[in-house]
């Protein structure tokens, strides 16, 4: 069955200091992957979107994330955290079903604080 | 332009109650998921409709879950005989054909 890991579940850094949010998922076939951002009292946000082609891809907000089917992980980075990245971070992979349509699975997300 | 929007953003019911969850997805967007955020965790996929046939409804939890989107536009979440179990936020998605989905603000459930 499809999975997606957040190993991490909460993580503090300083404010400019460089993030990176760990993602590992299990899927059959080459995966659909996304990162979304949720910020207290609001839904979810996409900062970016892995399909196909170039496995370094970039998202708003200044962020990156690195698709690596060898280790199965899609990790999102920042090279410099603002007070205001301070959310909870999903990621997701979309499961193709026989219908023709994507359902996503997500982690269970890791929570960001940034220290001033 | 206008997003995902949701309605009403806050719900407190009496446990045993009757409960209705509005989504209007982004204008011309087919697909339109529901999902289930507990607390502290992930969304959780509860059904999908195409247009205004639900192809999908593998993740309701309950025969008291219950969704429509009669007119494939907007979508309503009904909840019956609500329990304690049920509090979550909802969250609705809509996206044009198999492409990236675009949530709403979601809608906060507490039953008493």
């Known amino acids: 069955a499809q999975s997606v890991t957040q190993p991490d579940i909460h993580i503090t850094v300083s404010e400019g200091a460089s993030l990176e949010l760990r993602c590992n998922y299990s899927y059959g076939a080459t995966p659909y992957l996304f990162w979304y951002v949720q910020s207290p009292g609001q839904g979810l946000q996409l900062l970016l979107k892995?399909?196909?082609?170039?496995?370094l891809v970039q998202g708003i907000k200044g962020f990156e994330a690195e698709f690596k089917r060898s280790q199965s992980s899609f990790n999102l980075r920042k090279p410099s955290v603002h007070w205001s990245d301070a959310a909870e971070y999903f990621c997701?992979?979309?499961?193709?079903?026989?219908?023709?349509?994507?359902?996503?699975?997500f982690g269970a997300g890791t929570r960001l604080a940034v220290h001033p | 332009g206008a997003g995902v929007s949701q309605s009403p953003r806050y719900k407190v019911a009496k446990r045993g109650q009757d409960v209705a969850l509005r989504c209007d997805p982004i204008?011309?967007?087919?697909?339109l998921f529901w999902y289930q955020q507990a607390l502290g965790q992930g969304p959780e996929f509860l059904t999908y409709f195409q247009n205004e046939a639900q192809l999908d409804k593998s993740g309701l939890p309950s025969d008291r879950f219950f969704a429509e989107r009669p007119e494939g536009s907007v979508s309503t979440l009904k909840i019956q005989r609500t329990q304690q179990e049920d509090s979550a936020v909802y969250l609705c998605a809509s996206s044009p054909q198999q492409e990236t989905q675009y949530f709403g603000p979601g809608t906060r459930l507490l039953v008493l």
């Open positions: 204008s011309g967007h087919v697909s």
């Open positions: 892995y399909f196909s082609g170039d496995t």
């Open positions: 997701a992979v979309a499961s193709l079903v026989s219908g023709g349509y994507n359902k996503l699975i």
